[in-house]
Protein backbone atom coordinates (compact mmCIF):
# COMPACT_ATOMS: atom_id res chain seq x y z
CA UNK A 1 0.00 0.00 0.00
CA UNK A 2 2.70 2.55 0.89
CA UNK A 3 4.49 2.03 -3.20
CA UNK A 4 0.75 2.79 -4.33
CA UNK A 5 0.42 5.77 -2.10
CA UNK A 6 3.91 7.52 -2.53
CA UNK A 7 3.47 7.07 -5.64
CA UNK A 8 0.26 8.85 -6.24
CA UNK A 9 1.49 11.56 -4.27
CA UNK A 10 4.27 11.59 -6.58
CA UNK A 11 2.15 11.62 -10.03
CA UNK A 12 -0.53 14.14 -8.61
CA UNK A 13 2.76 16.49 -7.77
CA UNK A 14 4.44 15.95 -11.33
CA UNK A 15 1.49 16.17 -12.94
CA UNK A 16 -0.26 19.57 -10.90
CA UNK A 17 3.89 21.46 -11.05
CA UNK A 18 3.61 20.56 -15.30
CA UNK A 19 0.36 22.20 -15.75
CA UNK A 20 0.80 25.14 -13.15
CA UNK A 21 3.72 25.85 -15.59
CA UNK A 22 1.33 25.83 -18.72
CA UNK A 23 0.77 29.60 -20.37
CA UNK A 24 -3.00 29.86 -20.05
CA UNK A 25 -5.36 29.56 -16.51
CA UNK A 26 -7.13 27.25 -16.90
CA UNK A 27 -4.68 24.62 -17.28
CA UNK A 28 -2.86 26.09 -14.51
CA UNK A 29 -5.86 25.97 -12.25
CA UNK A 30 -6.34 22.16 -12.85
CA UNK A 31 -2.42 21.97 -11.63
CA UNK A 32 -3.07 23.83 -8.63
CA UNK A 33 -6.52 21.72 -7.59
CA UNK A 34 -4.13 18.32 -8.83
CA UNK A 35 -1.27 19.93 -6.24
CA UNK A 36 -3.72 20.23 -3.31
CA UNK A 37 -4.96 16.78 -3.65
CA UNK A 38 -1.67 15.70 -3.49
CA UNK A 39 -0.49 17.54 -0.78
CA UNK A 40 -3.77 16.47 1.30
CA UNK A 41 -2.60 12.72 0.71
CA UNK A 42 0.76 13.59 1.97
CA UNK A 43 -0.89 15.10 5.39
CA UNK A 44 -2.86 12.23 5.71
CA UNK A 45 -0.05 10.04 5.45
CA UNK A 46 2.09 11.95 8.11
CA UNK A 47 0.19 10.82 10.67
CA UNK A 48 1.28 6.71 9.32
CA UNK A 49 -0.91 4.47 7.22
CA UNK A 50 -2.87 2.26 9.10
CA UNK A 51 -5.84 -0.01 8.13
CA UNK A 52 -8.93 -0.49 10.22
CA UNK A 53 -7.94 0.97 13.51
CA UNK A 54 -10.19 3.33 15.40
CA UNK A 55 -8.99 7.42 15.23
CA UNK A 56 -9.68 7.12 19.19
CA UNK A 57 -8.87 4.71 21.95
CA UNK A 58 -11.75 2.89 23.09
CA UNK A 59 -12.29 -0.39 24.95
CA UNK A 60 -10.63 -3.31 23.95
CA UNK A 61 -8.78 -1.28 20.80
CA UNK A 62 -4.87 -2.02 21.22
CA UNK A 63 -3.82 0.72 18.34
CA UNK A 64 -5.42 3.67 16.89
CA UNK A 65 -4.65 5.80 13.91
CA UNK A 66 -3.56 9.48 14.82
CA UNK A 67 -6.37 11.66 14.17
CA UNK A 68 -4.68 14.82 14.42
CA UNK A 69 -3.44 15.04 10.43
CA UNK A 70 -7.17 13.95 9.27
CA UNK A 71 -7.97 16.98 11.29
CA UNK A 72 -4.90 18.78 9.48
CA UNK A 73 -6.63 17.59 5.69
CA UNK A 74 -10.15 18.58 6.99
CA UNK A 75 -9.01 22.29 7.08
CA UNK A 76 -6.50 22.04 4.33
CA UNK A 77 -9.17 20.97 2.29
CA UNK A 78 -11.87 23.43 3.43
CA UNK A 79 -9.37 26.45 2.33
CA UNK A 80 -8.04 24.98 -0.81
CA UNK A 81 -11.55 24.57 -2.05
CA UNK A 82 -12.33 28.14 -0.89
CA UNK A 83 -9.18 28.91 -2.80
CA UNK A 84 -9.92 27.66 -6.12
CA UNK A 85 -13.37 29.28 -6.31
CA UNK A 86 -11.48 32.70 -5.36
CA UNK A 87 -9.28 32.06 -8.58
CA UNK A 88 -11.45 30.79 -10.90
CA UNK A 89 -13.93 33.67 -10.37
CA UNK A 90 -10.71 36.21 -10.20
CA UNK A 91 -9.32 34.13 -13.75
CA UNK A 92 -12.73 34.58 -15.14
CA UNK A 93 -12.80 38.17 -14.64
CA UNK A 94 -9.63 39.26 -15.74
CA UNK A 95 -10.50 36.88 -19.28
CA UNK A 96 -13.81 38.56 -19.25
CA UNK A 97 -11.68 42.48 -18.93
CA UNK A 98 -8.58 41.58 -20.91
CA UNK A 99 -9.82 39.14 -23.49
CA UNK A 100 -7.16 36.90 -23.01
CA UNK A 101 -6.53 34.07 -20.69
CA UNK A 102 -3.04 34.55 -20.77
CA UNK A 103 -1.20 34.20 -16.84
CA UNK A 104 1.41 36.60 -18.54
CA UNK A 105 0.74 40.16 -17.68
CA UNK A 106 1.27 42.46 -21.25
CA UNK A 107 4.90 43.38 -21.87
CA UNK A 108 5.73 46.96 -20.06
CA UNK A 109 3.55 45.92 -17.13
CA UNK A 110 2.49 48.55 -14.96
CA UNK A 111 5.12 50.66 -16.08
CA UNK A 112 2.08 52.51 -18.64
CA UNK A 113 -0.39 51.48 -16.14
CA UNK B 1 -5.38 40.44 31.29
CA UNK B 2 -4.35 37.40 29.68
CA UNK B 3 -7.82 37.40 27.96
CA UNK B 4 -6.70 40.49 26.21
CA UNK B 5 -4.09 38.34 23.96
CA UNK B 6 -7.38 36.95 21.92
CA UNK B 7 -9.21 40.67 21.35
CA UNK B 8 -6.64 41.29 18.10
CA UNK B 9 -8.43 37.92 16.84
CA UNK B 10 -11.95 38.13 17.67
CA UNK B 11 -12.39 41.96 17.46
CA UNK B 12 -11.64 42.60 13.95
CA UNK B 13 -13.86 39.89 12.44
CA UNK B 14 -16.72 40.80 14.90
CA UNK B 15 -16.98 43.82 13.16
CA UNK B 16 -16.01 42.84 9.80
CA UNK B 17 -19.31 40.44 10.22
CA UNK B 18 -20.94 43.35 11.10
CA UNK B 19 -20.08 45.49 8.57
CA UNK B 20 -21.01 42.97 5.81
CA UNK B 21 -24.61 42.30 7.10
CA UNK B 22 -25.07 45.56 8.58
CA UNK B 23 -23.65 48.04 6.64
CA UNK B 24 -22.90 47.08 3.28
CA UNK B 25 -24.82 49.57 1.69
CA UNK B 26 -23.82 52.73 4.54
CA UNK B 27 -20.58 53.42 4.25
CA UNK B 28 -20.25 55.79 6.44
CA UNK B 29 -21.63 53.87 9.32
CA UNK B 30 -18.82 51.23 7.41
CA UNK B 31 -15.93 54.18 8.18
CA UNK B 32 -16.96 55.51 12.09
CA UNK B 33 -16.54 51.77 12.66
CA UNK B 34 -13.62 51.17 10.72
CA UNK B 35 -11.83 53.84 12.65
CA UNK B 36 -13.32 52.93 16.30
CA UNK B 37 -12.31 49.68 15.49
CA UNK B 38 -9.00 50.50 14.37
CA UNK B 39 -8.39 52.98 17.40
CA UNK B 40 -9.68 50.65 20.13
CA UNK B 41 -6.93 47.62 18.34
CA UNK B 42 -4.09 50.62 19.18
CA UNK B 43 -5.01 50.92 22.52
CA UNK B 44 -5.33 46.61 22.81
CA UNK B 45 -1.81 46.34 21.06
CA UNK B 46 -0.52 49.04 23.16
CA UNK B 47 -1.35 47.42 26.41
CA UNK B 48 0.01 44.43 25.20
CA UNK B 49 3.21 46.04 24.34
CA UNK B 50 3.45 47.41 27.69
CA UNK B 51 2.49 44.25 28.84
CA UNK B 52 5.61 41.88 27.71
CA UNK B 53 7.62 45.02 27.94
CA UNK B 54 8.99 44.12 31.18
CA UNK B 55 10.04 40.52 29.38
CA UNK B 56 6.90 38.49 30.98
CA UNK B 57 6.06 36.25 28.37
CA UNK B 58 2.13 35.40 28.44
CA UNK B 59 0.57 32.27 26.63
CA UNK B 60 -3.13 32.09 26.33
CA UNK B 61 -4.32 28.20 26.16
CA UNK B 62 -7.43 28.25 23.62
CA UNK B 63 -10.28 26.57 25.20
CA UNK B 64 -7.98 25.68 28.02
CA UNK B 65 -6.61 22.79 26.07
CA UNK B 66 -3.63 21.97 27.85
CA UNK B 67 -0.46 22.45 25.18
CA UNK B 68 0.87 21.09 23.52
CA UNK B 69 -2.37 19.09 22.15
CA UNK B 70 -4.55 22.34 22.17
CA UNK B 71 -3.45 25.95 20.32
CA UNK B 72 -2.00 28.40 21.82
CA UNK B 73 -1.17 31.93 21.52
CA UNK B 74 2.00 33.89 23.12
CA UNK B 75 2.63 37.01 23.34
CA UNK B 76 6.26 38.32 24.09
CA UNK B 77 8.76 41.30 23.28
CA UNK B 78 8.02 40.31 18.90
CA UNK B 79 4.90 39.72 18.83
CA UNK B 80 3.69 42.68 21.02
CA UNK B 81 5.64 44.55 18.72
CA UNK B 82 4.64 43.54 15.69
CA UNK B 83 1.37 43.39 16.31
CA UNK B 84 1.04 47.12 17.61
CA UNK B 85 3.05 47.88 14.22
CA UNK B 86 0.61 45.92 12.01
CA UNK B 87 -2.93 47.61 14.25
CA UNK B 88 -1.08 51.27 13.91
CA UNK B 89 -0.23 51.16 10.14
CA UNK B 90 -3.97 49.62 9.22
CA UNK B 91 -5.74 52.53 11.36
CA UNK B 92 -3.59 54.94 9.17
CA UNK B 93 -3.95 53.28 6.12
CA UNK B 94 -8.08 53.50 6.68
CA UNK B 95 -7.64 57.32 7.58
CA UNK B 96 -6.24 57.66 4.26
CA UNK B 97 -8.49 55.51 2.34
CA UNK B 98 -11.55 57.66 3.88
CA UNK B 99 -9.79 60.59 2.79
CA UNK B 100 -9.49 59.84 -0.29
CA UNK B 101 -12.53 57.84 -1.36
CA UNK B 102 -10.46 54.27 -2.29
CA UNK B 103 -12.97 52.85 0.06
CA UNK B 104 -15.88 54.10 -1.81
CA UNK B 105 -14.68 52.10 -5.16
CA UNK B 106 -15.67 49.05 -4.47
CA UNK B 107 -17.60 46.74 -1.85
CA UNK B 108 -16.07 45.50 1.66
CA UNK B 109 -13.10 47.61 1.66
CA UNK B 110 -12.72 48.24 5.29
CA UNK B 111 -14.46 44.51 6.33
CA UNK B 112 -11.38 43.02 4.33
CA UNK B 113 -8.87 45.39 5.96
CA UNK B 114 -10.37 44.06 8.90
CA UNK B 115 -9.69 39.92 8.32
CA UNK B 116 -6.58 41.36 6.81
CA UNK B 117 -5.72 42.55 10.32
CA UNK B 118 -6.85 39.49 11.81
CA UNK B 119 -5.02 37.13 9.86
CA UNK B 120 -1.63 39.48 10.28
CA UNK B 121 -2.11 39.73 14.60
CA UNK B 122 -2.76 35.67 14.64
CA UNK B 123 0.50 34.93 12.42
CA UNK B 124 2.59 37.36 14.90
CA UNK B 125 0.83 35.60 18.01
CA UNK B 126 0.27 32.28 17.07
CA UNK B 127 2.32 29.69 18.91
CA UNK B 128 1.39 26.30 16.35
CA UNK B 129 3.15 26.01 13.22
CA UNK B 130 -0.28 25.04 11.66
CA UNK B 131 -2.14 27.50 13.29
CA UNK B 132 0.52 29.66 11.67
CA UNK B 133 -0.36 28.25 8.19
CA UNK B 134 -4.29 29.15 8.49
CA UNK B 135 -3.68 32.75 9.76
CA UNK B 136 -1.42 32.81 6.96
CA UNK B 137 -4.46 31.83 4.60
CA UNK B 138 -6.37 34.57 6.74
CA UNK B 139 -4.43 37.54 6.08
CA UNK B 140 -3.81 36.04 2.19
CA UNK B 141 -7.69 35.30 1.27
CA UNK B 142 -7.77 39.22 2.40
CA UNK B 143 -5.14 40.25 0.28
CA UNK B 144 -6.29 38.70 -2.57
CA UNK B 145 -9.84 40.56 -2.17
CA UNK B 146 -7.85 44.07 -1.22
CA UNK B 147 -5.39 43.87 -4.01
CA UNK B 148 -8.19 43.57 -6.87
CA UNK B 149 -10.16 45.89 -4.78
CA UNK B 150 -11.75 48.69 -7.78
CA UNK B 151 -10.82 46.50 -10.54
CA UNK B 152 -9.29 47.03 -13.77
CA UNK B 153 -7.46 44.92 -16.73
CA UNK B 154 -3.78 45.05 -15.19
CA UNK B 155 -5.64 44.95 -11.87
CA UNK B 156 -7.04 41.59 -12.65
CA UNK B 157 -4.59 40.38 -14.60
CA UNK B 158 -1.75 40.76 -11.43
CA UNK B 159 -4.20 39.81 -9.26
CA UNK B 160 -4.12 36.64 -10.90
CA UNK B 161 -0.74 35.40 -10.66
CA UNK B 162 -0.42 36.65 -7.20
CA UNK B 163 -3.13 34.18 -6.16
CA UNK B 164 -1.72 31.55 -8.13
CA UNK B 165 2.09 32.39 -6.75
CA UNK B 166 0.86 32.32 -3.04
CA UNK B 167 -1.03 29.09 -3.53
CA UNK B 168 1.64 27.40 -4.77
CA UNK B 169 3.20 28.87 -1.33
CA UNK B 170 0.55 27.50 0.69
CA UNK B 171 0.78 24.01 -1.25
CA UNK B 172 4.92 24.07 -0.34
CA UNK B 173 3.64 25.06 3.39
CA UNK B 174 1.13 22.24 3.92
CA UNK B 175 3.79 19.98 2.35
CA UNK B 176 6.57 21.24 4.89
CA UNK B 177 4.12 20.88 7.88
CA UNK B 178 3.02 17.37 6.88
CA UNK B 179 6.79 16.22 6.48
CA UNK B 180 7.29 17.97 10.18
CA UNK B 181 4.80 16.37 11.79
CA UNK B 182 5.91 12.65 9.97
CA UNK B 183 9.06 13.28 11.63
CA UNK B 184 8.07 15.21 14.83
CA UNK B 185 5.09 14.27 15.65
CA UNK B 186 4.08 17.73 17.00
CA UNK B 187 3.16 21.52 15.60
CA UNK B 188 3.56 23.54 18.76
CA UNK B 189 6.48 25.87 18.03
CA UNK B 190 7.63 25.15 21.64
CA UNK B 191 7.08 21.59 21.73
CA UNK B 192 8.65 20.73 18.31
CA UNK B 193 11.73 23.23 19.58
CA UNK B 194 12.58 20.37 22.15
CA UNK B 195 11.76 17.74 19.88
CA UNK B 196 14.27 18.99 17.20
CA UNK B 197 17.10 19.85 19.42
CA UNK B 198 16.92 16.26 21.21
CA UNK B 199 16.83 14.43 17.86
CA UNK B 200 19.90 12.50 16.95
CA UNK B 201 21.90 13.88 14.05
CA UNK B 202 22.37 10.76 12.07
CA UNK B 203 18.03 10.91 10.96
CA UNK B 204 17.75 14.00 10.76
CA UNK B 205 17.23 13.86 6.82
CA UNK B 206 12.99 14.54 6.60
CA UNK B 207 13.67 17.45 9.26
CA UNK B 208 16.29 19.24 7.42
CA UNK B 209 14.14 19.36 4.31
CA UNK B 210 11.50 20.11 5.69
CA UNK B 211 13.19 22.81 7.45
CA UNK B 212 13.96 24.28 4.06
CA UNK B 213 10.32 23.88 2.44
CA UNK B 214 9.57 25.90 5.50
CA UNK B 215 12.04 28.39 4.28
CA UNK B 216 11.01 28.91 1.43
CA UNK B 217 7.77 29.36 2.04
CA UNK B 218 8.82 32.24 4.14
CA UNK B 219 11.18 33.53 1.79
CA UNK B 220 7.81 33.66 -0.89
CA UNK B 221 6.09 35.88 1.58
CA UNK B 222 9.54 38.03 2.43
CA UNK B 223 10.64 38.15 -1.48
CA UNK B 224 13.52 37.14 -0.91
CA UNK B 225 15.17 36.94 -4.41
CA UNK B 226 14.52 34.53 -6.53
CA UNK B 227 11.27 34.26 -5.48
CA UNK B 228 10.22 37.98 -5.53
CA UNK B 229 8.52 38.35 -8.86
CA UNK B 230 5.46 38.34 -7.10
CA UNK B 231 5.75 41.41 -6.00
CA UNK B 232 6.56 44.25 -8.09
CA UNK B 233 3.68 43.85 -10.33
CA UNK B 234 0.91 42.91 -7.11
CA UNK B 235 2.10 45.85 -5.45
CA UNK B 236 2.56 48.51 -8.35
CA UNK B 237 -0.94 47.47 -9.28
CA UNK B 238 -2.77 47.09 -6.17
CA UNK B 239 -4.52 50.14 -4.69
CA UNK B 240 -2.01 52.32 -3.38
CA UNK B 241 -3.47 52.31 0.07
CA UNK B 242 -3.69 49.08 -0.07
CA UNK B 243 0.27 47.82 -1.29
CA UNK B 244 1.00 50.40 1.94
CA UNK B 245 -0.69 47.91 3.92
CA UNK B 246 1.20 45.08 2.54
CA UNK B 247 4.39 46.76 3.23
CA UNK B 248 3.93 45.08 6.75
CA UNK B 249 2.75 41.45 4.75
CA UNK B 250 6.23 40.90 3.87
CA UNK B 251 7.28 41.24 7.08
CA UNK B 252 5.22 38.11 8.33
CA UNK B 253 7.87 36.02 6.25
CA UNK B 254 10.88 37.81 8.14
CA UNK B 255 8.83 37.81 11.35
CA UNK B 256 8.24 33.78 10.73
CA UNK B 257 12.04 33.42 9.66
CA UNK B 258 13.22 35.21 13.17
CA UNK B 259 11.02 33.63 15.22
CA UNK B 260 11.17 29.89 13.70
CA UNK B 261 15.00 30.15 12.82
CA UNK B 262 16.01 31.09 16.39
CA UNK B 263 12.99 28.81 18.16
CA UNK B 264 13.38 25.47 16.75
CA UNK B 265 15.95 25.55 13.77
CA UNK B 266 18.64 27.98 15.68
CA UNK B 267 22.03 28.20 15.31
CA UNK B 268 22.52 25.79 17.88
CA UNK B 269 20.37 23.35 16.93
CA UNK B 270 22.74 20.62 15.45
CA UNK B 271 20.14 18.73 13.43
CA UNK B 272 20.00 21.79 11.04
CA UNK B 273 23.02 24.13 11.95
CA UNK B 274 24.38 25.72 8.71
CA UNK B 275 21.68 25.45 6.65
CA UNK B 276 20.77 29.17 6.79
CA UNK B 277 22.50 31.64 7.80
CA UNK B 278 25.36 31.75 4.49
CA UNK B 279 22.47 30.98 2.06
CA UNK B 280 20.20 33.96 3.23
CA UNK B 281 22.91 36.39 3.60
CA UNK B 282 23.90 36.08 -0.09
CA UNK B 283 20.01 35.93 -0.64
CA UNK B 284 19.45 38.70 0.94
CA UNK B 285 22.48 40.64 -0.56
CA UNK B 286 21.33 39.73 -3.54
CA UNK B 287 17.79 41.00 -3.21
CA UNK B 288 19.19 44.18 -1.87
CA UNK B 289 21.17 44.83 -5.20
CA UNK B 290 18.05 43.78 -7.51
CA UNK B 291 15.53 46.27 -5.12
CA UNK B 292 17.80 49.16 -5.48
CA UNK B 293 19.06 48.63 -8.98
CA UNK B 294 15.21 48.13 -9.95
CA UNK B 295 14.85 51.77 -8.15
CA UNK B 296 17.11 53.29 -10.87
CA UNK B 297 15.25 51.41 -13.14
CA UNK B 298 11.41 51.89 -12.56
CA UNK B 299 9.57 53.67 -15.00
CA UNK B 300 6.45 54.66 -13.00
CA UNK B 301 6.78 55.63 -9.32
CA UNK B 302 4.23 52.81 -8.19
CA UNK B 303 6.79 50.81 -9.74
CA UNK B 304 9.65 52.06 -7.67
CA UNK B 305 8.04 51.96 -4.46
CA UNK B 306 7.80 48.46 -5.09
CA UNK B 307 11.43 47.68 -5.82
CA UNK B 308 12.28 50.21 -3.00
CA UNK B 309 10.23 47.69 -0.56
CA UNK B 310 12.09 44.47 -2.10
CA UNK B 311 15.60 46.39 -1.22
CA UNK B 312 14.34 46.70 1.99
CA UNK B 313 13.54 43.41 2.84
CA UNK B 314 17.30 42.92 1.56
CA UNK B 315 18.66 44.80 4.19
CA UNK B 316 16.39 43.74 6.79
CA UNK B 317 16.95 40.08 5.92
CA UNK B 318 21.01 40.55 5.77
CA UNK B 319 20.70 41.61 9.37
CA UNK B 320 18.93 38.81 10.01
CA UNK B 321 20.58 36.21 8.52
CA UNK B 322 23.64 37.39 10.91
CA UNK B 323 21.94 35.26 13.39
CA UNK B 324 23.41 37.02 16.75
CA UNK B 325 22.14 39.29 19.24
CA UNK B 326 22.72 42.73 17.60
CA UNK B 327 22.09 41.80 14.47
CA UNK B 328 18.47 40.91 15.36
CA UNK B 329 18.29 44.15 17.50
CA UNK B 330 19.37 45.98 13.99
CA UNK B 331 17.03 43.92 12.16
CA UNK B 332 14.15 44.74 14.35
CA UNK B 333 14.72 48.32 14.01
CA UNK B 334 15.41 48.85 10.46
CA UNK B 335 11.74 46.34 10.31
CA UNK B 336 10.07 49.11 12.03
CA UNK B 337 11.59 52.01 9.85
CA UNK B 338 11.59 49.81 6.61
CA UNK B 339 7.56 49.25 7.47
CA UNK B 340 6.70 52.98 7.94
CA UNK B 341 8.64 54.16 5.24
CA UNK B 342 7.28 51.87 2.66
CA UNK B 343 3.67 51.97 3.50
CA UNK B 344 4.66 56.42 3.27
CA UNK B 345 5.98 55.92 0.15
CA UNK B 346 2.86 54.30 -1.19
CA UNK B 347 0.96 57.26 0.36
CA UNK B 348 2.58 59.61 -1.59
CA UNK B 349 2.78 57.62 -4.79
CA UNK B 350 -1.22 57.74 -4.55
CA UNK B 351 -1.36 61.31 -3.55
CA UNK B 352 1.05 62.09 -7.44
CA UNK B 353 -1.46 59.67 -8.85
CA UNK B 354 -4.33 61.65 -7.33
CA UNK B 355 -3.02 65.16 -8.20
CA UNK B 356 -1.56 64.39 -11.98
CA UNK B 357 -4.24 62.31 -12.85
CA UNK B 358 -5.25 58.77 -13.18
CA UNK B 359 -2.89 56.02 -13.96
CA UNK B 360 0.05 59.48 -14.55
CA UNK B 361 2.62 58.30 -12.30
CA UNK B 362 5.23 57.48 -15.12
CA UNK B 363 8.37 59.19 -14.51
CA UNK B 364 8.21 61.10 -17.39
CA UNK B 365 7.68 65.11 -17.40
CA UNK B 366 4.27 66.49 -17.62
CA UNK B 367 2.29 69.37 -16.54
CA UNK B 368 2.81 71.36 -13.01
CA UNK B 369 0.08 69.54 -10.77
CA UNK B 370 -1.67 71.27 -7.56
CA UNK B 371 -0.39 70.94 -4.51
CA UNK B 372 3.02 70.30 -6.20
CA UNK B 373 4.75 71.62 -3.95
CA UNK B 374 3.54 70.09 -0.50
CA UNK B 375 3.56 66.77 -2.14
CA UNK B 376 7.05 67.46 -3.09
CA UNK B 377 8.24 67.89 0.28
CA UNK B 378 6.36 64.96 1.49
CA UNK B 379 8.29 62.90 -1.02
CA UNK B 380 11.60 64.60 -0.07
CA UNK B 381 10.80 63.49 3.27
CA UNK B 382 9.70 59.95 2.57
CA UNK B 383 12.48 59.49 -0.28
CA UNK B 384 15.27 60.32 2.60
CA UNK B 385 13.74 57.68 4.73
CA UNK B 386 13.85 55.08 2.22
CA UNK B 387 17.21 55.17 0.97
CA UNK B 388 18.76 55.60 4.70
CA UNK B 389 19.88 59.30 4.79
CA UNK B 390 20.31 61.45 7.86
CA UNK B 391 18.63 62.48 9.48
CA UNK B 392 15.49 60.08 9.42
CA UNK B 393 15.69 56.97 11.08
CA UNK B 394 16.66 54.93 8.17
CA UNK B 395 20.37 56.39 8.69
CA UNK B 396 19.78 54.51 12.01
CA UNK B 397 18.81 51.19 11.12
CA UNK B 398 21.25 50.88 8.30
CA UNK B 399 24.05 52.12 10.65
CA UNK B 400 22.92 49.42 13.51
CA UNK B 401 23.14 46.82 10.33
CA UNK B 402 26.23 47.87 9.71
CA UNK B 403 27.52 48.02 12.91
CA UNK B 404 26.26 44.50 13.63
CA UNK B 405 27.95 43.10 10.77
CA UNK B 406 31.26 44.70 11.30
CA UNK B 407 32.78 41.27 13.22
CA UNK B 408 31.08 38.58 10.45
CA UNK B 409 33.35 37.00 8.28
CA UNK B 410 31.34 38.44 5.11
CA UNK B 411 31.66 42.10 6.49
CA UNK B 412 33.67 43.45 3.61
CA UNK B 413 31.06 42.28 0.91
CA UNK B 414 28.07 43.12 3.51
CA UNK B 415 29.22 46.84 4.25
CA UNK B 416 29.97 47.43 0.24
CA UNK B 417 26.39 45.89 -0.68
CA UNK B 418 24.38 47.83 1.87
CA UNK B 419 26.15 50.90 1.15
CA UNK B 420 26.58 50.60 -2.67
CA UNK B 421 23.04 49.98 -2.63
CA UNK B 422 21.95 53.09 -0.88
CA UNK B 423 23.97 55.19 -3.41
CA UNK B 424 22.07 53.50 -5.76
CA UNK B 425 18.69 54.10 -4.45
CA UNK B 426 19.34 57.83 -3.46
CA UNK B 427 20.58 58.31 -7.52
CA UNK B 428 17.04 56.64 -8.37
CA UNK B 429 15.00 58.50 -5.92
CA UNK B 430 16.66 61.60 -6.77
CA UNK B 431 15.79 60.44 -10.80
CA UNK B 432 12.34 60.38 -10.22
CA UNK B 433 12.19 63.55 -7.98
CA UNK B 434 13.52 65.56 -10.06
CA UNK B 435 11.68 64.61 -13.16
CA UNK B 436 8.19 63.97 -11.65
CA UNK B 437 8.52 67.95 -9.70
CA UNK B 438 11.32 70.16 -11.41
CA UNK B 439 10.69 68.39 -14.97
CA UNK B 440 7.41 70.11 -15.64
CA UNK B 441 5.94 72.16 -18.21
CA UNK B 442 4.08 75.42 -17.27
CA UNK B 443 0.22 74.24 -17.85
CA UNK B 444 -1.31 73.66 -14.38
CA UNK B 445 -3.41 70.23 -14.60
CA UNK B 446 -6.93 70.00 -13.22
CA UNK B 447 -7.07 70.40 -9.26
CA UNK B 448 -8.34 67.57 -7.68
CA UNK B 449 -10.24 67.71 -4.52
CA UNK B 450 -9.44 68.59 -1.00
CA UNK B 451 -7.89 65.28 0.73
CA UNK B 452 -6.41 67.23 3.96
CA UNK B 453 -7.05 63.54 5.96
CA UNK B 454 -4.90 61.91 3.13
CA UNK B 455 -2.40 64.26 4.02
CA UNK B 456 -2.89 64.14 7.49
CA UNK B 457 -2.25 60.07 7.30
CA UNK B 458 0.85 60.64 5.60
CA UNK B 459 2.21 63.40 8.24
CA UNK B 460 1.31 60.96 10.68
CA UNK B 461 3.68 58.58 9.08
CA UNK B 462 6.45 61.20 8.86
CA UNK B 463 5.88 61.72 12.78
CA UNK B 464 6.23 58.30 13.62
CA UNK B 465 9.40 57.65 11.80
CA UNK B 466 10.64 60.83 13.47
CA UNK B 467 9.28 59.71 16.80
CA UNK B 468 11.60 56.70 15.93
CA UNK B 469 14.55 58.64 15.17
CA UNK B 470 14.13 61.51 18.34
CA UNK B 471 13.57 58.13 20.72
CA UNK B 472 15.93 55.78 19.32
CA UNK B 473 17.43 55.12 22.41
CA UNK B 474 14.36 53.97 24.40
CA UNK B 475 13.40 51.97 21.43
CA UNK B 476 16.97 50.16 20.74
CA UNK B 477 16.90 48.79 24.24
CA UNK B 478 13.57 47.92 23.81
CA UNK B 479 14.38 45.83 20.65
CA UNK B 480 17.74 44.37 22.16
CA UNK B 481 15.66 42.92 25.45
CA UNK B 482 13.79 41.74 22.48
CA UNK B 483 16.45 39.85 20.72
CA UNK B 484 17.51 39.01 23.75
CA UNK B 485 14.54 37.42 24.41
CA UNK B 486 14.70 35.41 21.30
CA UNK B 487 18.19 33.96 21.70
CA UNK B 488 17.16 32.57 25.21
CA UNK B 489 13.76 30.69 24.55
CA UNK B 490 13.42 28.84 27.84
CA UNK B 491 10.92 31.59 28.94
CA UNK B 492 8.97 31.15 25.87
CA UNK B 493 8.91 27.63 25.89
CA UNK B 494 8.16 27.31 29.61
CA UNK B 495 4.60 29.99 29.01
CA UNK B 496 3.69 27.88 25.71
CA UNK B 497 4.15 24.40 27.43
CA UNK B 498 3.81 24.60 31.20
CA UNK B 499 4.42 21.52 33.05
CA UNK B 500 0.75 19.30 33.18
CA UNK B 501 0.38 17.30 36.74
CA UNK B 502 3.96 17.85 36.90
CA UNK B 503 4.61 15.49 33.95
CA UNK B 504 6.54 16.92 31.26
CA UNK B 505 4.02 16.98 28.14
Redesign the interface.
Known amino acids: MEMLYSSAVGILTAAGLYL?LRRR?FP?ILG?SL??YA?NL??F????LMENLPPVLGQGATAYTDP??QA?VL??IV??F??TA??VI??L??YL??DSDS?D??PG????? | MTHWIILPLVMPPTVAALMILAMRHHLDLARIFAVGSGLALLAIALGLLWQASDGTVTAYHLGNWPAPYGIVLVLDRLSALLVALTVFLALVVTLYAIGTDWDACGKHFHALVQFQVMGLCGAFLTGDVFNLFVFFEVLLIASYGLMIHGGGELRLQSGVQYVVYNLLGSTLFLFALGAIYAVTGTLNMADLAARVAAMPAEDSGLVRVAAVLLFLVFAVKAALLPLHFWLPATYAQAPAPIAALFAVMTKVGAYAIIRLYTLVFGPGVAVTSGLFGEPLLWAALMTLAIGTMGILGSRSLGRLAAFAAIGSMGTLLTAVSLFTETATTAALYYMIHSTLAGAALFLVTDLVRAAKGQGADTLIPGPRFARQGLIAVLFFATAIAVAGLPPLSGFIGKLLVLDASRTAPQAAIIWAVILAGSLVAVLGLARAGSVLFWNTTKDLSPEPPATPLALVSVGLLLATLVAITLGAGPVISYLSATSAQLYDPVAYSAASIPLVDGMSP
Do not use: H, K, N
Open positions: VTVLLTVFLASGRLPLTAISGMVILAGSTSILPDGDAE
